[in-house]
């Protein structure tokens, strides 16, 4: 690609693409209303509000592809959320229908789902049950997507990102980590596969705990690698098994799923 943008690049999952994932494009174009520190060779450093159609319009003109990793992450006033994960995402996808329908990973989420027990294993075709407004507003998303998709041939990667960090940080992790390496893979899977659809696949490493049916991930190539298994005597010493009806115990979205509804 000539110019790959990655909206939420002040963040964790941006911060992973922005060092790692250079290679895909001569040019990255980074975007976030957090600090990113200056341009470095190869980026642009482009800060943007996504709830600001035309600053988005901006943003997407001239680009080839889109790591969408910006927006709310976490449960936040709805006020917050429907700017950047509702208004935000609508504006991302006008703007790439305007300047050349550029490929899509979207960063979806696992609570999208949150409120399955954790003895279910789902498949992509479930009914989602988000666990919270953050897990609504991924719902919004993915449907925005698809209908896009549907009516104007643009391509997306939907992708239900689980826990991302550099190993897992507790119990419920065993089963969502999806290690930084099987991340910066998938995405090279999404921008290198001939044709993509609209798939929706669990970012998820191969652990052997599990709760998601991954075969889609095999539709553009993705064999993750890494195994959350490899940290569970160190998980397991650090913190007692939480009480059996705790809703980190009991539901996919853990303590998602007992978050109140915040008031702005």
Request: glycine share 12%; net charge negative; with cysteine.
């Amino acid at each position: 690609m000539k110019r790959l943008l990655i909206t939420g690049a002040g963040g964790n999952l941006g911060r992973i693409a922005r060092a790692r994932l250079g290679h895909l494009a001569e040019i990255l174009r980074l975007s976030d209303i957090a600090g990113m520190g200056p341009a470095g060779p190869g980026e642009e450093v482009i800060p943007c509000d996504l709830g600001d159609r035309a600053a988005v319009a901006d943003l997407v003109a001239g680009c080839d592809g889109i790591l969408h990793l910006g927006g709310v992450s976490v449960e936040r006033p709805w006020d917050e959320i429907q700017n950047a994960n509702i208004t935000g995402v609508y504006n991302l996808y006008e703007a790439a229908r305007a300047h050349g329908m550029p490929r899509i990973f979207f960063a979806s989420s696992n609570h999208t789902i949150g409120f399955y027990e954790q003895d279910q294993v789902l498949d992509v075709t479930d009914p989602m049950r988000p666990d919270g407004l953050y897990g609504v507003s991924k719902c919004f998303g993915e449907g925005l997507a698809r209908l896009y998709h549907d009516k104007f041939g643009q391509e997306s990667a939907l992708i239900r990102i689980g826990s991302c960090f550099e190993k897992p940080r507790d119990r419920r992790m065993l089963a969502t980590w999806m290690s930084p390496d099987d991340f910066v893979r998938l995405v090279e899977c999404v921008f290198r596969v001939p044709m993509l659809g609209c798939p929706v696949i669990w970012g998820v490493s191969d652990n052997d705990e599990g709760w998601w049916n991954t075969e889609t991930a095999r539709l553009i190539g993705w064999r993750p690698q890494d195994n959350a298994e490899d940290f569970r005597a160190e998980i397991e010493a650090a913190a007692p098994r939480p009480a059996p009806d705790a809703p980190e115990s009991r539901f996919q979205g853990g303590k998602f799923c007992a978050e109140p509804i915040h008031q702005g």
